[in-house]
DNA sequence: CCACTGTTATATATAGTATATAACACTATA
DNA sequence: TATAGTGTTATATACTATATATAACAGTGG
């Protein structure tokens, strides 16, 4: 499993986890019901105490990500493609409505902002 | 002066003190070369220890916001509006960026952000 | 001198983060 | 059934960030 950490970072080492896994799930390049490195593999594999990946996956599964099975190990949850929609539509608001915020504070003329949608579109697309 | 503290905010006091009058010189309800409460008024003020203002006072001065003064008080720094103008794009740009990645992850199209800013930039104008 | 500024230092408390270790419980399999 | 892998729970320890309280020091202005 590709997992980058960084001690020095301000960011806990446990909030690092969370998020790459559910980056890697949001990507799909972790799929429904595919098993995750078990907390102690992962635990050696990258160097961090097991309570710490434990702590992880813990927030991970009471917000759904995950589910741990006793003496089995940790899937991915089944996504609530619903839920997830709607979730990233909120950021997605919350973005722009920042974004438009800054613009009127400054003066900014909204128009730089389709300009800017414009150019992330094209160069995001691979 | 306004400032609303939040105790139970996962955000250090500190930063809550900082991120107001930021936000209140971005916004001019602070001037440049206005005094801002001392150390100890605000204190008494809002109820919050005096080395927790101290401490917020120090991270605004070494980022250039404000000047203390020993013996005289603490007064709102020159802004560089230049600098300003360009670290607030660089902000408008991150949330635009975050948004259209967001869109092309989930396949929402890109016509649903420049209908958002719309939306916003109405509703935004008091 | 006095009353207000900011500055520095010390001690203390609490919470969050991270570690190490151990024991317990469950599952699958040789 | 023994064993080796899972997750779970508990305990102790350490470090850091945050926040408080208190005191003393230093500069400004009336």
Redesign the interface.
């Known amino acids: 499993m590709r997992m980058m950490i960084s001690n020095s970072s301000s960011v806990p080492i446990y909030e690092q986890i969370k998020e790459n896994i559910i980056h890697q799930i949001?990507?799909h390049e972790l799929l429904e019901g595919e098993i995750l490195p078990s907390i102690r593999s992962l635990s050696k594999d990258i160097k961090i105490s097991v309570m710490t990946i434990k702590k992880a996956y813990d927030e991970l599964e009471s917000e759904g990500y995950i589910t741990s099975i006793q003496g089995k190990g940790t899937f991915v949850a089944p996504q609530n493609t619903q839920l997830?929609?709607e979730q990233?539509?909120r950021?997605?608001?919350n973005?722009?409505?920042?974004?438009?915020?800054?613009?009127?504070?400054?003066q900014?003329p909204?128009e730089?902002?389709?300009q800017?949608?414009e150019i992330?579109?094209r160069g995001?697309?691979e």
Chains 1, 2 share one sequence.
């Open positions: 949001m990507n997830v929609q990233v539509r950021e997605i608001e973005h722009i409505e920042k974004a438009v915020t800054l613009s009127h504070r400054f900014i909204v730089e902002l389709t800017l949608i992330f579109d995001d697309e």
